[in-house]
């Protein structure tokens, strides 16, 4: 079945680094997807990484994925005050499937 | 630019009423989608489309209904038969070619 789970709350310090975790429970899933919502507007997608990936860094972000534990994260280095936001995990489940699952999504929130 | 466009942006109807929104999308993309976002709640799934004259129901279809007569065009109509309508309501398209779905800037639904 199809079942993601995040963390709903964060706090954080400007200049420190945040990892968001997110778990999955269906061990098919081809792709795994890190989207950004800023209040009253829609979803920004920041990265995705594929299941054969451990790991994909851009810039100041980094994922991780442990498909063993099927475990995400996601690491942005150096917050910013602009990285207050909400931050989904989702999942599809094969290359054929268009849909997407979305986790409750995690309200980061950067204090100065 | 190319983009996918909600409308209106803020709605309010009558309890009873039906009303419809408009999402519109020129990227070619032949999977559209529609989603549900309630306070402190990730996103649910209300219909998807993966191709023309063709749709699926998501999670959470009951009140709700679609068409797919244009491959740029999906529009939801909220009935009056949804018991609990007040959401924000997110569109997104994707293709098969890429990986991710990307977003409208949502309609905010509200019954008074």
């Known amino acids: 079945g199809e079942d993601v789970e995040q963390s709903l709350f964060l706090s954080v310090r400007e200049g420190d680094s945040s990892v968001i975790n997110c778990t999955y429970t269906d061990s098919s899933s081809t792709y795994l997807y890190w989207y950004k919502q800023e209040p009253g507007a829609g979803l920004q997608l920041l990265t995705y990484i594929f299941s054969n990936m451990d790991m994909k860094q851009d810039q100041r972000l980094t994922v991780l994925l442990n498909k063993k534990d099927k475990h995400l994260s996601l690491r942005i280095a150096d917050t910013q005050t602009g990285d207050s936001a909400i931050y989904f995990c989702a999942e599809r489940l094969s290359s054929n499937d268009y849909k997407l699952s979305f986790g409750a999504g995690t309200t980061v929130t950067v204090r100065a | 630019d190319g983009g996918i466009t909600q409308s209106p942006k803020y709605l309010f109807r009558k309890e009873g009423q039906n009303v419809t929104l408009s999402c519109e999308q020129n990227?070619?993309?032949?999977?559209m989608y529609w989603y549900r976002q309630d306070p402190g709640q990730g996103l649910r799934l209300i219909y998807y489309s993966q191709i023309v004259n063709d749709f699926q129901k998501g999670d959470i279809a009951e009140g709700y209904s679609v068409s797919r007569e244009k491959k740029e065009s999906f529009p939801l109509t909220v009935t009056s038969a949804q018991k609990n309508p007040t959401a924000f309501y997110l569109c997104a398209s994707s293709t098969g070619g890429r990986t991710e779905a990307f977003f409208g800037q949502g309609t905010r639904l509200t019954v008074v």
């Open positions: 990227l070619n993309h032949d999977a």
